[in-house]
């Protein structure tokens, strides 16, 4: 079965940093591009970052662009988003998706349960 | 950044009829080398997972009922549900993978007359 689990998640302070990690299973997580998409309460779908197969292409929000570097681990089918300098904007659900291709201009075929992140003091 | 403005923010259709919601993006996203237009629709209910609906603005996503439909090329799109089950009721949003940041629209809340 195709899965994919996000973890990391957690209550912050302003300014703080946070690292979400995904794993990904039942599927060959090296040929899939991968992306981070978050939902602030009250809020729409946010995308916030998104990876190549490789690695070798990264793509960010402008809201986030300079404090969240998205990275992976294919040996360990491991998704992550490195979070710096967080702001209560930042607060959200964040979910890891999975692109329907190698390449980041894809459709999100699969998605995870979501992590929640609260960024308060 | 591409602007996407779905269309209305909120819709109440009663069970067996018609729903249909509107995406707008600010610019195209059909890519004239492959005729693509690079537009998917997500349905998305409280406490799980968005869910992938449609992609290439018309194209169901394998297991999806085939009352789900898209259309639209260019800039404007269309979700249609052809007959409302309860299960339907959720937030649609709309995404434009054609270029980055691949951008949401702000959501449609679909509820039951």
């Known amino acids: 079965e195709v899965q994919l689990l996000e973890s990391g998640g957690g209550l912050v302070q302003p300014g703080g940093s946070l690292r979400l990690s995904c794993a990904a299973s039942g599927f060959t997580f090296s040929s899939y591009a991968m992306s981070w998409v978050r939902q602030a309460p009250g809020k729409g779908l946010e995308w916030v970052s998104g990876i190549s197969d490789s690695g070798g292409g990264t793509y960010y929000a402008g809201s986030v662009k300079g404090r969240f570097t998205i990275s992976r681990d294919n040996s360990e089918n491991t998704l992550f988003l490195q979070m710096n300098s967080l702001r209560a904007e930042d607060t959200a659900v964040y979910y890891c998706a999975r692109g329907a291709s190698s390449s980041c201009y894809s459709r999100l075929d699969v998605w995870g349960q979501g992590t929640t992140v609260t960024v308060s003091s | 950044d591409i602007v996407m403005t779905q269309s209305p923010d909120s819709l109440a259709v009663s069970l067996g009829e018609r729903a249909t919601i509107n995406c707008k993006s600010s610019?195209?996203?059909?890519?004239?080398?492959?005729?693509?237009?690079?537009l998917a629709w997500y349905r998305h209910k409280p406490g799980q997972p968005p869910k992938l609906l449609i992609y290439w603005a018309s194209t169901r996503q394998s297991g999806v009922p085939d009352r789900f439909s898209g259309s639209g090329s260019g800039t404007d799109f269309t979700l249609t549900i052809s007959s409302l089950q309860a299960e339907d009721v959720a937030v649609y949003s709309c995404?434009?993978?054609?270029?980055?940041?691949?951008?949401f629209g702000q959501g449609t809340k679909l509820e039951i007359k």
């Open positions: 610019q195209s996203v059909l890519n004239s080398s492959n005729n693509k237009n690079y």
């Open positions: 995404q434009q993978y054609y270029s980055s940041p691949f951008t």
